[in-house]
């Protein structure tokens, strides 16, 4: 019985001591450390308050949340930066009376990715995903949270698919 419980407790500690050699995300960061997601300005033409913070907040926090590196202000190995720069709603499909029967909410970000570690991987991109919703709906509260919590989810792993796991 001893020996069941020492073979378990082998078995144990080695599963643990593996799980730095693979990421269940695909992400490979290299000898990266550290990170850093400078502010993402939004430069479009339409300004809509707080969805720079949050875009900046919502990769940083899937980066962590994805990887073992540590978030920093300034020196990170892993540098991202950018602009959000497109945010616009245009009408997709019409009804009858020539209105819009939904609307879709498209947001674009441009991406400055630096790795000083490996420069030649070193990415600038433009990445983009839209929300339809329908067009007597209102693009506020609770409708506009959903659209941007969507696109940002989206846009955010496209990021991190591009920069992290070579996709």
């Known amino acids: 019985m001893k020996k069941i419980g020492f073979i378990l407790s ?3 500690v080695l599963s643990f001591q593996s799980c730095g050699l693979y990421s269940f995300t695909g992400a490979d960061t290299g000898a990266a450390k550290t990170f850093q997601v400078n502010y993402f300005q939004n430069t479009s033409d339409i300004v809509e ?3 720079d913070r949050a875009f ?8 962590q949340g994805q990887t073992n590196l540590s978030l920093t202000n300034s020196g990170g190995d892993l540098i991202y930066e950018g602009e959000i720069i497109d945010y616009y709603v245009a009408p997709i499909t019409a009804t009858a009376q020539n209105t819009a029967a939904q609307n879709r909410l498209t947001i674009a970000v441009n991406l400055r990715y630096y790795n000083t570690l490996q420069p030649e991987k070193d990415i600038e991109r433009r990445f983009s995903f839209y929300y339809d919703y329908a067009a007597n709906a209102q693009l506020t509260g609770s409708t506009l949270d959903t659209a941007i919590e969507e696109i940002y989810s989206r846009i955010t792993q496209d990021i991190f698919n591009a920069t992290l796991t070579n996709w």
């Open 10 to 12: 082998c078995l144990l």
């Open 56 to 63: 900046t907040l919502q990769l940083q926090d899937l980066i």
């Open 49 to 51: 308050p707080g969805i």
